[in-house]
């Protein structure tokens, strides 16, 4: 056993006021989504190489599993085949492969869980996360209304959670493909990932790559950038980019889905939460066909983007059936890790415990034993006292713990028990008591964000 450690980068751990705020969020978020119907998954750690590598991720992020040490006749390579999945689309796209035979579709799926993406780490960016992405997937067809509902459910539960407001700002690739193909651009998808590069390079830079990497003139690369600076709340931007001269069947339909999903989700769309039609967002991964979204957070503009996803027409094949679908992911760890380290947000309390039963001595432990077990019936979480201290010594452990409520066993057989943050102390029946509700597990305390 390693007696002297150092923390690895990337890998962050909560301590346990912390791990409550991860705790509730990842709760929330999935009483969200089982309000609408979706079904929980959870999908092993690891895919095989080749198929993590046929997203287009590089494969310097994939982390490859193999055993340390090889026994005579182990397979080679292919035992070393494996790599940690680097996010929950490749896998789930796996899973609806393996078991459609047993699924009804459309399938309504969330799933909350680790990845692992070997980069640099930074602020908002880790080698170990966990995601929580919510998808409907069909089997040939999926109805474009099914794109209103996924992103109407994540605007609801983005804003159940205790975070800073977010922004879902969409964008439609169809809407990008009809006006870069009715400009007569010759290399659509690398004028898309070119685009998608603005919110890192200057416009400027941005022209001149689109140019020499997508083959623009520089009239069609000005064009583009017209395009991308087109931002409003509402359906404006349908007339705006009329106006910009491009017709094409394709475009035309991206903008009617596009207005359709604006005007969904606006509708639902509460204070916390602000919905944008954003023409610069392209999302450079090629498999979106349709909607796309980002979702940023207020004051954490710097993290980028803390969510997104879109519509793909062909999620998974198996050669007869096409499986499309519509999702959205949102960042917990990348999210949540910057609010906690800033304060922002915080556990009311590192333990579960709203009781400590006091104990008088030793001999007695087991009168404070059956208490515990008592309020534990009620629903009531509590510890027994480590040491029959000095009941002052109890009370100062039970404040360093968070614990809100310390229980005395009397010696004619009643019962008090103190709130020691106020000194309030009564009597209490051990069967029927039970403390505020805000206290009887821990909560996620929210502070003003730093301006």
């Known amino acids: 056993m390693a007696t002297k450690t150092s923390p690895l980068s990337g890998f962050p751990e909560l301590l346990p006021a912390a791990r409550v705020v991860e705790r509730e969020v990842i709760a929330s978020l999935s009483r969200t989504f089982e309000l609408h119907g979706f079904a929980n998954i959870e999908t092993r750690a690891v895919e095989p190489i080749d198929v993590l590598l046929g997203k287009g991720e590089t494969s310097k992020e994939v982390y490859v599993l193999e055993r340390l040490q090889k026994e005579q006749g182990d397979r080679q390579p292919s035992d070393a085949g494996v790599g940690l999945h680097f996010d929950l689309t490749v896998p789930f796209a796996r899973y609806v492969l393996e078991h459609a035979g047993h699924l009804e579709f459309p399938f309504r799926r969330f799933q909350i869980q680790p990845a692992w993406r070997g980069e640099r ?3 908002g960016r880790y080698r170990q996360f966990t995601q929580a992405d919510v998808d409907i997937v069909g089997r040939d067809v999926l109805p474009f209304h099914h794109d209103v509902e996924v992103m109407r459910v994540m605007v609801e539960a983005l804003d159940a959670l205790p975070i800073p407001p977010v922004s879902f700002q969409f964008n439609n690739r169809k809407l990008i493909q009809g006006f870069y193909r009715g400009l007569g651009l010759p290399d659509l998808e690398t004028a898309i990932r070119t685009i998608d590069k603005l919110d890192k390079l200057p416009a400027e ?9 997508a083959g623009a003139t520089p009239e069609q690369a000005q064009r583009c950038l017209e395009l991308a600076t087109i931002r409003v709340s509402d359906t404006s ?3 705006r980019v009329r106006a910009l001269g491009v017709e094409d069947d394709l475009l035309e ?3 009617t889905e596009l207005a359709a999903v604006v005007e969904g989700c606006a509708a639902a769309a509460p204070a916390t939460v602000t919905v944008e039609a954003n023409l610069r967002i392209a999302r450079g991964l090629d498999y ?14 710097r993290l980028k983007s803390v969510g997104g996803g879109g519509r793909y027409d062909a999620l998974a094949s ?11 992911s949102f960042g917990v760890s990348r999210s949540l890790i910057p609010l906690l380290a800033d304060g922002v947000l915080a556990g009311s309390r590192a333990v579960p415990s709203a009781v400590l039963v006091a104990v008088t001595d030793e001999d007695t432990r087991d009168r404070s034993d059956l208490v515990a077990a008592s309020l534990r019936a009620s629903g009531v979480p509590c510890e027994v006292a480590a040491s029959a201290q000095k009941f002052g010594k109890q009370i100062r452990y039970a404040e360093r713990r968070g614990i809100p409520f310390v229980w005395f ?5 009643t019962h008090q028990v103190k709130d020691i943050r106020t000194g309030d ?7 029927t008591w039970t403390p505020p509700a805000e206290d009887l597990r821990p909560q996620v305390h929210t502070k003003e964000q730093p301006q």
């Open 318 to 328: 198996d050669g007869r059936t096409t499986y499309p679908g519509v999702g959205v």
């Open 425 to 431: 102390q009564g009597e209490a029946d051990p069967a």
């Open 288 to 301: 979106y066909t349709g909607t796309v979204v980002e979702i940023f957070m207020a004051g954490y503009e």
């Open 409 to 413: 066993v009397q010696d004619d057989g």
């Open 205 to 213: 830079k941005v022209a001149e790559l689109l140019v020499s990497d």
């Open 237 to 239: 931007f349908v007339e």
């Open 253 to 255: 339909e991206g903008l």
């Open 121 to 123: 780490p930074q602020e």
